[in-house]
């Protein structure tokens, strides 16, 4: 096995089910253009991607209409969302676990900066992470490849010795565009499809089949 020193980790549907909280914050956005959104396939595609990606994806939303409609939604997700929010079962003794070990422990995630450090401090996570790294408030920073970019630069992470963990496409994206390593969850909200045609260097079924990877 390749030996890692730093493990980059998403948030949303990698460490915790954030589901009900930007469902209800996606419907939220959409009923202030008098839009109601009923379809769970749609809502839950809302995890992972950057929110204007989807506000244009779905429903062909312009630049400025995607930002207004993501300062909506970040109305609710304040407020209420972000703690409609559950951790995936194992997660904090598989973080104790690496931690232990010795790897450095980061986030890496396309949710506004400061909602995941507020996330992570609610799970009372912040003790495993070295740094939490998401989007910034002008939209800027939001791919993931930008965002794993800027703690790699930060950290002086070597490439080789890093590895990104994330459900969707765009964590493989990201990490490919960085030249480090990549594992997929099977258990968030990528398909199996999905993973698959991105191909990841490892793909986890559970939160244990993670966690057994380090030992």
């Known amino acids: 096995m390749t030996v890692y020193k730093h493990i ?3 948030l949303d549907g990698t460490l915790s089910d ?3 909280g930007i469902v209800n914050s996606v419907q939220y956005a959409l009923s202030k253009f008098d839009m109601n959104e009923q379809d769970d396939k749609i809502l839950t595609a809302f995890i992972g991607p950057p929110l204007i990606d ?6 062909g939303f312009s630049p400025d209409k995607a930002k207004l409609a993501i300062q909506y939604f970040r109305e609710y997700f304040k407020d209420k969302g972000m703690f409609e929010n559950k951790l995936f079962e194992g997660v904090t003794q598989m973080l104790y676990t690496l931690c232990k070990k010795g790897y450095n422990l980061y986030v890496a995630t396309s949710k506004l900066e400061s909602f995941a450090v ?3 401090e609610h799970f009372h996570l912040q003790e495993y ?4 790294c998401g989007c910034l408030p002008d939209g ?3 791919e993931k490849g930008e965002i794993i970019a800027y703690l790699m630069g930060k950290h002086q992470m070597n490439p080789k010795e890093c590895l990104m963990i994330g459900d969707r496409k765009h964590d493989i994206i990201g990490a490919r565009l960085n030249h480090i390593d990549c594992a997929a969850v099977s258990f968030g909200y990528g398909t199996i499809e999905e993973i698959k045609e991105y191909a990841p260097d490892y793909i986890f079924e559970s939160i244990l089949d993670l966690e057994k990877f380090f030992s």
Do not use: A, G, N, W
């Open 140 to 142: 800027s920073r939001v």
């Open 18 to 20: 954030p589901k009900q």
């Open 129 to 132: 992470f070295f740094d939490v």
């Open 54 to 59: 989807s506000f244009h994806d779905f429903y």
């Open 8 to 10: 980059l980790f998403d």
């Open 118 to 120: 507020q996330i992570i």
